[in-house]
Each structure stands twice: as structure tokens, then as C-alpha cells.
């Protein structure tokens, strides 16, 4: 989302830089303006807003009205050196197509789609013939029994292998973002937020069950047992998520 905003504002005369960053690996591929020293504001404070308003609006919104900013986002440009562009031909290669690529983890708990589900839906893509790789931070054990994954592997080529797969499948978490920045065809998952969260990003569809408080947005009714995971998110069942997986890479075949 700073992205958006800082390609934005390049044009104009208040171009965004940003302090201590803790991934130049992130700033470098997105072409983010880096300043050493430390200053700038925060943007802790807008989360609060938003929540406030329980999610009412864009997101972007929030950050635009609260910083100034008055240039409209825009896509910025990927910086993806050769080698990671070789690695993820290689990789893509391999694994076939239409390939999916499966992102199931998640730093906050509440907005994770069960584990258990992230591995039956892995499986019942390769029963339909779909290649799927699960894409891991860490070597997560919960992931093995799949038919493939790869782990820790440098955002440069996450984001080269996005260029080439036909559908990104994952939580309302960064790699989502990502992917829609990338520019590739993204399902988010979503339980306790809103769509609102990827307004901003027009290959982003976000898909979420029925139950009455989904997009609760960390408001009541949330409460305490949310924390260790959101019934939404239970009620979203592998086989709803197949369905439209399978739609998804259908409709793309149809109007390549």
C-alpha cells in the first residue's frame, strides 16, 4: 500500500520517504526512497481510526487523510534482478500450469484460514490437476504433507514466481498485497476484516462465509476466544474456496 502511495506521489511535489525501513529487500523491489536517519511519523495511529470506523472505508483512505496525501495511488514497478527472474523460470517450469501459489501463513492468528483446510485445498488442487506450491516463511511443519513448498525464499522470487503463476491464493497478510501488486490474479481470504483493506488493488477479489459477524473488523461482537481464531474463517470451508479457485483459472482460460 505505501508503495501505491509513494509511486503516486513521485510526480508530484511531496514525494514519500521512508525512515528505518526493516526490509530493504522490500524497498529495493518496489523502488521505495530510503532515508538512513531516523524522523518521519508514524502510521501506527491510522489503524486505530480505521478500526474505529470499523473498516467503513478504503484503507488507503485512512493513510491518504491522515499523512496529506493527495496524489492518487498508482502500481509501482518491479526491480526483479535476472537471477531471481532465472530461478522462477526454472521453478514455474516444473511445476506446470495453470500453477497456483498457496501463501497459508499469517502473523496474526485471527486472520488465518485453518491449517488443516490450507492442506486439504493444496491436495484437492493436485486431485483436479492444478500444479500448487505452498510458499512458506520458516520451515512450518504444518505444510509437509503437501505436494509441494518451498520455504524462505527471498522476495525478489516470490515475487518474479507471481509473475508467472495464474492465481495467488492466501489470508488477508502480506503476501496477498504483494500478489495484487504484482498484478496477478489474488483471492484473499477474509474473516474478522473487510475487502476494504485491498480497494486499492484491482486483482484482488476477496472471498469470505456467510456468518453474520464476518468483517467485525476487531469490534464487538470480537471477543476473547477470536483471538485464537475466527469462526468466519472456520465456516469458509475448503471446498467453498475450491469452487472459486476452479472458477478463477476457468473464467482466465476462457478469455485468454
Given at each position: 500500500?505505501?508503495?501505491?502511495?509513494?509511486?503516486?506521489?513521485?510526480?508530484?511535489?511531496?514525494?514519500?520517504?521512508?525512515?528505518?525501513?526493516?526490509?530493504?529487500?522490500?524497498?529495493?523491489?518496489?523502488?521505495?526512497?530510503?532515508?538512513?536517519?531516523?524522523?518521519?511519523?508514524?502510521?501506527?495511529?491510522?489503524?486505530?481510526?480505521?478500526?474505529?470506523?470499523?473498516?467503513?472505508?478504503?484503507?488507503?483512505?485512512?493513510?491518504?487523510?491522515?499523512?496529506?496525501?493527495?496524489a492518487?495511488?498508482?502500481?509501482?514497478?518491479?526491480?526483479?534482478?535476472?537471477?531471481?527472474?532465472?530461478?522462477?523460470?526454472?521453478?514455474?517450469?516444473?511445476a506446470?500450469?495453470?500453477?497456483?501459489?498457496?501463501?497459508?501463513?499469517t502473523?496474526?492468528k485471527?486472520?488465518?484460514?485453518?491449517?488443516?483446510?490450507?492442506?486439504?485445498?493444496?491436495?484437492?488442487?493436485?486431485?483436479?490437476?492444478?500444479?500448487?506450491?505452498?510458499?512458506?516463511?520458516?520451515?512450518?511443519?504444518?505444510?509437509?504433507?503437501?505436494?509441494?513448498?518451498?520455504?524462505?525464499?527471498?522476495?525478489?522470487?516470490?515475487?518474479?514466481?507471481?509473475?508467472?503463476?495464474?492465481?495467488?491464493?492466501?489470508?488477508?497478510?502480506?503476501?496477498?498485497?504483494?500478489?495484487?501488486?504484482?498484478?496477478?490474479?489474488t483471492?484473499?481470504?477474509?474473516?474478522?476484516?473487510r475487502?476494504?483493506?485491498?480497494?486499492?488493488?484491482?486483482?484482488v477479489?476477496?472471498?469470505?462465509?456467510?456468518?453474520?459477524?464476518?468483517?467485525?473488523?476487531?469490534?464487538?461482537?470480537?471477543?476473547?476466544?477470536?483471538?485464537?481464531?475466527?469462526?468466519?474463517?472456520?465456516?469458509?470451508?475448503p471446498?467453498?474456496?475450491?469452487?472459486?479457485?476452479?472458477?478463477?483459472?476457468?473464467?482466465?482460460?476462457?478469455?485468454?
Amino acid at each position: 500500500m505505501w508503495a501505491w502511495l509513494a509511486e503516486g506521489c513521485k510526480a508530484g511535489p511531496d514525494p514519500l520517504t521512508f525512515h528505518r525501513t526493516s526490509d530493504p529487500g522490500l524497498s529495493n523491489l518496489l523502488g521505495l526512497a530510503l532515508d538512513p536517519e531516523p524522523g518521519g511519523l508514524s502510521p501506527d495511529p491510522v489503524f486505530r481510526i480505521e478500526t474505529g470506523d470499523r473498516g467503513r472505508r478504503p484503507r488507503i483512505d485512512y493513510i491518504r487523510e491522515f499523512f496529506g496525501i493527495t496524489a492518487a495511488p498508482a502500481r509501482p514497478a518491479l526491480h526483479v534482478p535476472e537471477e531471481d527472474q532465472a530461478w522462477a523460470d526454472r521453478v514455474g517450469a516444473e511445476a506446470g500450469s495453470p500453477l497456483v501459489l498457496i501463501f497459508p501463513q499469517t502473523a496474526w492468528k485471527t486472520r488465518e484460514w485453518p491449517p488443516n483446510y490450507w492442506v486439504d485445498l493444496a491436495w484437492r488442487l493436485q486431485k483436479a490437476g492444478i500444479p500448487n506450491i505452498l510458499m512458506l516463511q520458516g520451515n512450518d511443519e504444518r505444510f509437509h504433507n503437501t505436494p509441494a513448498y518451498h520455504w524462505n525464499v527471498p522476495l525478489p522470487r516470490v515475487a518474479a514466481l507471481m509473475q508467472r503463476a495464474a492465481l495467488v491464493v492466501g489470508n488477508d497478510s502480506f503476501p496477498a498485497h504483494l500478489a495484487g501488486t504484482v498484478g496477478v490474479p489474488t483471492l484473499a481470504l477474509m474473516g474478522p476484516t473487510r475487502s476494504t483493506v485491498f480497494s486499492h488493488l484491482p486483482d484482488v477479489e476477496c472471498l469470505a462465509s456467510t456468518l453474520e459477524c464476518t468483517g467485525c473488523h476487531f469490534q464487538a461482537p470480537f471477543r476473547a476466544a477470536c483471538d485464537q481464531g475466527c469462526l468466519s474463517m472456520y465456516q469458509l470451508f475448503p471446498d467453498d474456496v475450491l469452487d472459486r479457485v476452479l472458477g478463477k483459472l476457468s473464467s482466465a482460460s476462457g478469455a485468454a
